[in-house]
């Protein structure tokens, strides 16, 4: 654990939330049956706008992680509401409550920097951040894709990865820089963990060269 995250627990360990990702399941949830059934512009007070936070509407910095995936499927709905559970949960199982509400925190921040960089947000890079995590914390745990094909999460990261870095390297200036800051907290969490192997496999890869 890096030094930073270890006094942190220390001392405000206490203040993690026990949970989390099933409140954020079920507030979603909660959301969609409304914007769907009783209150359709429930969204638009809801969501993350830089024009809403200008103008005072400071509580959109917290209710945006309840927007809800936007379909009108219910199965196509509980199943991201599935996956946004299992893996806050597992990541809370591996890390704590402190270190996982930490951790969603800092990318809630990154949201709201992204969206006053560029006007609007996705929740979208919040998703990434967890799944990324996830797949480093657990690469070889197998899922069946479209239930039938059996595959390592290691891999499913190196795709959505792949897809990031051709958005990234599509997108303009600004974009790029919301882009970064969407994944803050897995470059903060993982960043000097993942530099670190890389600099190790290179002495390595030389080692091997040099007796060749």
Known sequence: MNNWLYKMERRFGRYGIPDLAKYL??????????????????????????????????????????????????????LELYFLYFVGSSLENSWGSFRFTLYY????????????????????????????????????VQVLLLFILPIK???????????????????????????LLGLVNFFLFFGPTLWQNYQNRKRREAWKNQWR
């Open 25 to 78: 399941a079920i507030g979603q949830l909660v959301v969609w049956v409304i914007v769907m059934f009783f209150y359709g512009d429930l969204l638009n007070w809801i969501s993350l706008s830089r024009s809403g936070l200008l103008h005072g509407q400071i509580w959109r910095i917290v209710t945006f992680v309840l927007v809800p995936p936007l379909t009108i499927n219910p199965l196509y709905l509980l």
């Open 105 to 140: 925190l800092i990318g809630m921040a990154g949201a709201v920097l992204s969206c006053l960089l560029l006007g609007t947000y996705a929740s979208g890079a919040l998703l990434y951040s967890l799944f990324f995590a996830f797949a480093c914390l657990y690469p070889d």
């Open 153 to 179: 999460v290691k891999w499913l990261g190196v795709a959505a990865l792949v897809l990031y870095l051709m958005d990234f390297l599509r997108a303009g200036l600004w974009y790029k820089g919301a882009m």
